[in-house]
């Protein structure tokens, strides 16, 4: 389990591709506030607690909240705590390599006695369990990219 920086800031700018939703167009084109957030408020009722914090009685009534809030205000709140711990589960292609050795009278139409063909490939597959836009191979994620992938070539000749 890791804390991700990066998911909590595109949150926090309005870039995450989640955030284009209905309700933050209302506000940022027609300045209408039309977003409620998930969660209950209080209708009647009390809580008790004991001098170790723990409860002893409980009356509170509880209903969906129906506040209206402005939809940019509460994700730059919402993504800054622990929301975005992400788990690291991840599996990755780090490497491949394959390579054929080509007959001897192929080699030898380059004046070569051996001749080889080769392509190899770096960070091929990323699966993330929750992951979605760096890559957790890092161990700490702090605003770092994706893997860069690379794919690669090679003719060998002995002479």
Do not use: C
Request: no cysteine; glycine share 6%.
């Amino acid at each position: 389990m890791s804390y991700s920086n990066m998911n909590a800031r595109l949150w926090q700018t309005g870039a995450h591709p989640d955030s284009d939703t209905k309700e933050r167009y209302e506000e940022v084109v027609n300045g209408k506030r039309t977003f409620v957030g998930k969660g209950v408020k209080i209708v009647s009722g009390e809580v008790s607690y004991d001098k170790y914090g723990q409860i002893i009685k409980d009356t509170r009534v509880f209903a969906p909240n129906e506040t209206v809030v402005s939809y940019e205000n509460y994700w730059k709140r919402a993504y800054s705590g622990t929301q975005n711990i992400w788990d690291e589960t991840f599996i990755k292609l780090r490497e491949v390599s394959l390579s054929y050795n080509l007959p001897k009278d192929v080699a030898s139409r380059f004046k070569a006695k051996k001749a080889s063909i080769g392509v190899t490939g770096q960070n091929l597959f990323l699966w993330t369990k929750e992951y979605r836009f760096s890559d957790p191979d890092a161990g700490s994620e702090d605003l770092n990219s994706p893997s860069m992938r690379y794919l690669g070539f090679n003719l060998s000749l002995s002479f």
